[in-house]
């Protein structure tokens, strides 16, 4: 299983930095001996009397009996008989048969269950598997390709005396449904008009949620957190999450969620959210509810990042048997035409067990509608259930029908038990319906007619297990049933009249990790000295290349890696990029602050430039050297992450929202790479925090450079990130509200350095967008000096021509940003042209450095002629961005283009005249 382990400090281990690790012993259940099951031979079978016969129908049930179970509510499904589970296809055919259970159906010893049966005959035996495999429950575990998993559930679900609910345990699930049913009719009367996703039909997640959060607080979780969709969501928030009903009804009204004062738009009722700390049986447990975005799916990575986060967190501080899950629990709700026809959904199991993604097994809960919006079954998926997409990873699933509420405690029971053993992803499929359209306001028998024609003739869930416990003498009358309806009615009426004088504080925000941090309040961004002691420095970049004496390192890495960078730390000049990150990262780290950097490739880096970790030429093993350094000091992560962006980049940004105290990176293999992940820069990065006022400092790195290699990985698309700003379109104007994020385009390893520490100096967080080198990476122009980085020193929006010592003399001024600089200052240099052209480097696009630029454009008052250059096609790149706020800062002239033509596509393919564009571009540029 994963967890972290704190090593001692040894020279003698390779492995001794804090790291993490994939132990690939057991998941955690071993069976016990007396419950072990023998692999029959051919033979042993042949022996038995029944010839192995008993054994082969057993294992059919165990493998098809879902298919035969009572799972639909509607009775819609379409379902042949399972021929498959006819004791006549194993030969058997006598009833009164008696046979010995040993090895067959789980058997404990006697001495230690005295009711535990030795043998049976036929008949029991078979009505007991129809109990057990074909009931409300189903089960599908056999694709396990583990045997002691397999066992586990054998035992689990097959013993003969199964736990019954008590009095109050089934009170406890009535009031549970009578509240969620009474809660929709109320908001249906009072909001008509009100699109709330109520949870009408399937209002058995509430029980299975219920009692997932006791069952989870008896075993030690401290947390649980939770991503889900819209519908029932309100439902859960109210009922269960303790969210305040005057505060739903004063924002289903129009009012605003968010306080006066603070900066933001809200958003919609269906992403509320709130995290309570509950207490079940005297025990605490906190639950997160995430904020999600209306594309469906995109929460789980996010909820899958933030548990890790938590658990990370707490690993670090706990004894050595504390392991990943044991505290914390992520919790995924889904729809069933989303979980199986999203494939965000698939990138995320594809993280469920990985080392650096792990956090030690999801619960996956499917309110199964049978229905996607106007979609049947038949038409949203290629497969029997929608939860066959959980078998790509092989995780079981527990089948249950939403119509009989004990049934799914029962089922969560289970689902609980085996997360629990194996910390292991596994999946209950709520088999329910949905009352009414996607939303209240829509007319389902458009599309459906007959599956709502069966429901409008249904009785509800709640109505059908009150009558039951009435039928059973649960209840003593009908009127103490009633009186949960009644008090539920009078809460809701009072909240109701509450909402009127309803008034949002900052409770909720910034709070927990968050309590040392502040709401930025300004447009402007008063510049952080982040420098650093060039003592320190060359300590932290020496570190950074000296592994352990036990490791072999690869001789290139020797030669061009190591060697070559304590070289240019003894001269303290001449440094590179990766240089410049390592000795950011270090100070972070010294300072105690945590680094993960997650993508493909990015221990190596894509253009081997990093090395931040070294395997071991002989064992294969990795060693971070910064992780090295001192006691107490922060982790680096570094996450070699699946070929995934879309699951991968959730998932950092969920880390990201745990804690300000860890710097997250993801970084694209090139820059376009994050084109499978808009999603999550669109609903989450970028608007996060105008929504629902979460701060988080998550870093981009996005390589980018029109090199002539394609269009492909030649762009990182820069237009997109200062479209998707809330930059003032006058550069006059104050920011409505604080930057949603920075975009940044640094021609220098010391900008660099400084961006990325200045991520952690500020008291807020802010999402920054790196356009990273490629070829810059290892360019002997592009170096800086412990000088660039020292105490005094920081990030500078906006960088001045060094060459041009007498301003009156220029003639000209290029605006430019990244890589171009170099190829201008050259040509520029060539053509001696120094003191007539300008070159100022515009290193922050967004937010807009109207104050730097406007210096810079004050410092060139002679010149006649201010131009925007770059490489990238006029409809793409900074271009569109900043013309039109530099021509406000130019009122007397014209701000000039040179660069590309517009192209659909971000490059030609076409290597010659590749080159001979930029060429021509270049000289343009120059030209007076």
């Not at 879902?66 to 009833?95: F, N, S, W």
């Not at 001192?630 to 879309?646: D, K, R, W, Y």
């Not at 356009?771 to 105490?791: C, G, H, N, T, Y």
Request: charge should be neutral; hydrophobic fraction near 35%; aromatic fraction near 8%.
């Amino acid at each position: 299983m994963l967890r972290i382990q704190r090593l001692t400090r040894s020279s003698n281990s390779v492995l001794s930095t804090r790291r993490l690790y994939h132990d690939k012993g057991v998941f955690g259940y071993r069976v016990p001996k007396e419950y072990k099951m023998p692999d029959y031979t051919e033979s042993e079978l042949a022996s038995r009397k029944d010839g192995g016969s008993l054994l082969r129908m057993v294992q059919a049930y165990r493998t098809h009996g879902h298919r035969g179970a009572h799972l639909d509510p509607l009775d819609i499904m379409q379902r042949e008989a399972v021929l498959a589970l006819k004791p006549e296809r194993y030969g058997i055919t006598d009833t009164k048969q008696v046979h010995p259970l040993a090895g067959i159906l789980h058997v404990t010893e006697s001495k230690q269950d005295p009711s535990a049966k030795q043998e049976a005959d036929t008949e029991t035996i078979i009505n007991h598997l129809n109990s057990v495999y074909c009931g409300n429950i189903a089960y599908e575990f056999m694709h396990s390709p583990s045997a002691s998993e397999r066992r586990w559930w054998y035992h689990a679900l097959e013993s003969w005396n199964k736990p019954q609910l008590t009095e109050d345990q089934k009170k406890r699930i009535h009031q549970l449904l009578t509240k969620s049913e009474t809660f929709d009719h109320f908001l249906a009367k009072k909001f008509p008009n009100v699109k709330r996703y109520g949870l009408e039909g399937g209002e058995s997640m509430m029980v299975a949620l219920d009692r997932l959060f006791s069952l989870s607080a008896k075993a030690g979780v401290e947390d649980v957190v939770i991503g889900m969709p819209h519908r029932g969501r309100l439902n859960l928030l109210c009922d269960l999450l303790e969210y305040p009903q005057a505060a739903l009804f004063s924002k289903m009204k129009g009012n605003s969620e968010l306080p006066k004062g603070t900066f933001g738009s809200g958003d919609v009722i269906s992403h509320l959210v709130n995290n309570p700390d509950l207490t079940y049986d005297g025990k605490p447990l906190h639950v997160s509810l995430l904020h999600n975005p209306s594309h469906l799916e995109a929460i789980n990575p996010v909820a899958m990042g933030k548990a890790r986060a938590k658990q990370t967190d707490l690993l670090s501080k706990a004894d050595d048997s504390c392991n990943l899950g044991d505290r914390v629990m992520c919790v995924q709700i889904h729809g069933d035409a989303a979980f199986s026809g999203q494939g965000i959904v698939t990138e995320s199991l594809c993280l469920s067990n990985l080392p650096h993604y792990s956090s030690g097994g999801s619960i996956h809960i499917v309110v199964n509608n049978q229905l996607g919006y106007t979609t049947p079954a038949q038409n949203a998926r290629s497969s029997a259930y929608c939860s066959d997409i959980g078998k790509m990873i092989n995780v079981p699933v527990v089948h249950v029908n939403g119509d009989h509420p004990e049934d799914v405690a029962r089922a969560m029971d289970v689902v609980f038990e085996y997360r629990n053993k194996f910390r292991k992803d596994i999946i209950l499929d709520l088999m329910c319906y949905r009352r009414w359209g996607h939303n209240e306001l829509d007319e389902p028998g458009f599309t459906q007619p007959n599956m709502y024609n069966t429901i409008r003739h249904r009785t509800s869930v709640p109505k059908l297990y009150e009558q039951k416990l009435l039928d059973e003498k649960t209840f003593g009358s009908a009127a103490e049933a009633e009186s949960v309806r009644s008090a539920q009615i009078e809460a809701l009426e009072s909240s109701l009249k509450a909402s009127e004088t309803y008034v949002p504080d900052d409770s909720a925000h910034l709070q927990g990790n968050w309590k040392s941090m502040t709401h930025p309040t300004t447009g402007s961004q008063a510049a952080v000295d982040t420098g650093v002691d060039s003592a320190l420095l060359s300590a932290i970049g020496r570190q950074s290349v000296t592994p352990p004496s036990s490791v072999k390192v690869h001789q290139r890495l020797k030669k061009y890696h190591i060697d070559a960078r304590l070289k240019k730390i003894d001269q303290g000049k001449g440094l590179d990029w990766a240089t410049a990150e390592a000795m950011a990262f270090g100070s972070l780290l010294k300072e105690g602050y945590g680094v993960r950097i997650s993508g493909q490739d990015v221990g190596r880096g894509t253009f081997s430039q990093r090395h931040a970790m070294f395997v071991c030429q002989d064992t294969e093993s990795a060693v971070i050297p910064l992780n090295e350094m001192e006691a107490g000091q922060g982790l680096l992560e570094v996450a070699n992450s699946p070929l995934s962006e879309f699951a991968v980049m959730g998932f950092e940004y969920g880390m990201s929202i745990e804690s300000p105290k860890n710097l997250v990176i993801w970084e694209a293999q090139f820059g376009d790479f994050f084109n499978g992940a808009q999603i999550i820069l669109d609903t989450f990065i970028s608007s996060g925090e105008e929504k629902w006022l979460r701060q988080s400092g998550m870093v981009l790195l996005l390589p980018h450079g029109q090199d002539g290699a394609g269009p492909e990985h030649s762009s990182s698309r820069i237009e997109r990130f200062l479209q998707m700003s809330n930059a003032p379109f006058n550069v006059d104007e104050t920011y409505h509200s604080p930057p949603n994020w920075h975009v940044v385009n640094c021609t220098t390893p010391g900008q660099y350095f400084h961006v990325l520490r200045r991520q952690m100096a500020r008291k807020f967080r802010k999402p920054l967008v790196v356009i990273s080198p490629k070829s810059l990476l290892k360019s002997p122009l592009a170096v800086s000096s412990f000088e660039d980085m020292a105490p005094g020193t920081s990030f500078k929006p906006v960088l001045e021509d060094p060459t041009t010592n007498n301003p009156d003399m220029v003639e000209k001024v290029v605006f430019v940003s990244g890589k171009l600089y170099y190829d201008l200052a050259k040509e520029k240099s060539e053509r001696g042209l120094d003191e007539r052209v300008a070159l100022v480097r515009i290193e922050e696009l967004c937010p807009f450095p109207r104050d730097q630029i406007k210096q810079e454009i004050e410092k060139y008052e002679h010149a006649g002629e201010f131009v925007w250059c770059q490489e990238e096609p006029q409809n793409a790149g900074a271009y569109s961005f900043m013309a039109p706020r530099l021509a406000q800062l130019l009122p007397q002239k014209m701000i000039g283009y040179v660069g590309r033509s517009p192209l659909s596509a971000p490059a030609i393919a076409n290597g010659p005249l590749f080159r001979k564009q930029q060429t021509q571009l270049i000289q343009e540029a120059i030209d007076i």
